[in-house]
């Protein structure tokens, strides 16, 4: 066995952070079979770059939305008669914390995530299946429709309904765009996609509070405009659902080869393509094998239970921490402290802090590295809330008003917990959650992370402002402890120091299968994951011509069986 003929063998597979969320990009070991691609940059990738970002900002757009669109007098006067009442004649005896308190406003709020966690799975499957062009041309009708059905809604179910068509489309963006990305992205640009995602959902945030910052002087329509104007980015979506080449790796695991070698050539710019291709086919191979039954049977085999668990916790987490609280109801917040002449101005405040520190982020995590981030993170969201909690139980007046510099000090801790979690919960989740996934869970592992992240942000959503209600400043040292709670979470049970890119597919497994807890998790199962990376760890050195005749041994062990 020489080192090229394993490199080849193994290089199709090797992991690397691709994408949010569905998959992983096939990114061969360097020095494998990778060193041989060929191509640059082409407008096809360009363009393909756009439809990423649009898809992220459409979610981000929706999620924006909201809550500035709910603080509008216009809004609440046609669908919360009730709310509009509070805001003008005064709050009476009610609680300053209750004025916004609606179940049917949480449910415009929130509904979104319900339907985008209950398409996640079949829209990764329908991806699958029929292909990555018409899953985004869906999802960009649905969008469409949405924002159609929401800007000329006249009742309340309207809205809601539109609400819920947005979600379809949501969660069929969400699954199938950034595989789109991964699969269509040369190589080298594929490691930042997970982050690009994200960057992408908190500019369509902060797009979507400066639209209602603006909306919000048009006396009797600026909501309708707010909410249609989704439509704007949703038709690039449509547009790329059209004339966009469908992705290589879809035709190739269709067995229409010759078109998706043909796709390959003209998105890298050159006749050049032999080892991508080579590549592409072996993952299509292995891809084949599993069929999604199966990748979700083994999603929860011992082998990859603490890596589910791991992603869907972390998932979970990602919006225990609040942070759609503050995205979806910043501005009615400000609002019920006595600041509603600026509470639009203040969720782009917000909005704008989120983005930067996105960015931060994206420097740090290489250099940090996951782990240490999470738990910075987590501790920063954790004081920020507290001292929220804080400001609020002592600034609170009879008349329940508020002192105005308290409601600065408010919005600059919840700039505070903003670029906490921007800068780490916000994209590591993400990351990570796709980094984890091996080659047997691949199709099922993300669906699940973006299901449960969805599911607990309608739980978030639908919740929140019954909490403020009810508990008050309280509400903050809620999530301030479920803050601490996965901080605590992260430092014991996320293996690895800097945890990073890994460099093949049982690196992260042999990482739990080592640790002290998961390792007992995976009982036998994890023995073997370490047992195989001997053989294989062996088999690479052989391949090297590393001296001992032992490894030999095992390397030909590892060769025979196929390991
Ligand atoms: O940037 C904040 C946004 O990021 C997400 O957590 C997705 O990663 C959204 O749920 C949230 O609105």
Redesign the pocket.
């Known amino acids: 066995m020489n080192g090229a003929s394993f490199e080849q063998e193994h290089s199709g597979d090797a992991s690397q952070a691709a994408a949010v969320p569905l998959v992983r990009a096939e990114a061969p070991r360097p020095g494998g079979r990778a060193a041989h691609y060929t191509g640059h940059m082409t407008v096809y990738v360009l363009v393909v770059a756009l439809v990423s970002a649009t898809g992220g900002m459409l979610f ?1 757009f929706d ?1 924006g939305i909201v809550g500035g669109v709910e603080a509008m007098a216009s809004f609440q006067k046609q669908f919360f008669p009730d709310i509009y009442a509070r805001t003008v004649s005064g709050m009476g005896d009610t609680n300053a914390y209750c004025k916004f308190h609606d179940m049917r406003l949480q449910l415009f709020s929130a509904i979104m995530f319900l339907s985008g966690a209950v398409v996640a799975v079949p829209a990764g499957y329908a991806a699958r299946v029929f292909g990555r062009k018409i899953s985004m041309l869906v999802s960009g009708c649905l969008f469409l429709l949405g924002a159609g059905l929401q800007a000329g809604a006249h009742s309340l179910t309207q809205l809601i309904v539109g609400r819920c068509v947005l979600g379809l489309g949501v969660g069929t963006a969400a699954c199938v765009v950034p595989v789109y990305i991964a699969e269509v992205a040369p190589y080298a640009s594929r490691g930042g996609l997970a982050y690009l995602f ?1 960057v992408a ?2 500019v369509g ?1 902060l797009a979507a509070q400066l639209v209602n910052w603006g909306c919000q002087w048009i006396p009797d329509w600026g909501w309708r405009l707010s909410l249609g104007l989704a439509a704007m980015p949703a038709s690039i979506l449509c547009l790329g659902g059209l004339v966009l080449p469908e992705s290589p790796s879809y035709l190739i695991e269709q067995g229409r080869w010759a078109q998706g070698r043909a796709v390959l050539q003209k998105l890298r710019g050159t006749d050049e393509v032999d080892a991508e291709y080579a590549d592409i086919c072996d993952a299509a191979q292995q891809a084949a094998k599993v069929s999604n039954v199966q990748s979700w049977k083994n999603l929860v085999a011992r082998h990859n239970l603490p890596m589910f668990i791991m992603s869907t916790s972390l998932a979970a987490f ?2 225990l921490t609040g ?2 609280a503050v ?1 979806f109801y910043a501005p009615i917040m400000f609002d019920s402290l006595g600041d509603s002449s600026s509470a639009l101005l203040n969720a782009v405040v917000i909005g704008a802090t ?1 983005v930067l520190c ?1 960015f931060v982020g994206l420097v740090l995590v290489d250099r940090w590295g996951r782990r240490p981030l999470l738990i910075q993170g987590g501790l920063q969201m954790a004081v920020s809330q507290i001292a929220t909690a804080i400001v609020l139980a002592l600034s609170f007046k009879s008349d329940g008003t508020i002192a105005s510099g308290a409601a600065i000090a408010a919005l600059v801790l919840i700039c505070v917990f903003v670029a906490g ?2 800068w780490s919960w ?2 590591i ?2 990351v990570l959650g796709a980094e984890i996934q091996t080659m047997d869970t691949r199709t099922s592992g993300m669906s699940a992370t973006v299901a449960v ?1 969805y599911l607990c ?1 309608f739980i978030i959503g639908q919740s929140f402002l019954s909490m403020l209600c009810a508990m008050e400043w309280g509400t903050f040292l809620f999530f301030a402890a479920w803050n601490l709670l996965m901080t605590v979470f992260v430092f014991f049970l996320l293996p690895g120091q800097r945890w990073g890119i890994p460099i093949e597919d049982t690196a992260y497994s042999c990482l739990f299968a080592r640790h002290p807890i998961w390792k007992r998790v995976m009982g036998r199962a994890g023995r073997a994951v370490l047992e195989r990376e001997g053989f294989r760890a062996a088999a690479w050195r052989e391949a090297r011509g590393v001296e001992g005749g032992d490894l030999r041994q095992l390397a030909k062990y590892y060769q025979t069986m196929g390991l």
Do not use: L
Request: aromatic letters at 10%.
């Open positions: 981000g999620i994200q959902t908190t945030i990602q919006q942070i759609n995205i989120n996105t979690f921007a916000g994209p989740v993400w992240n942000s």
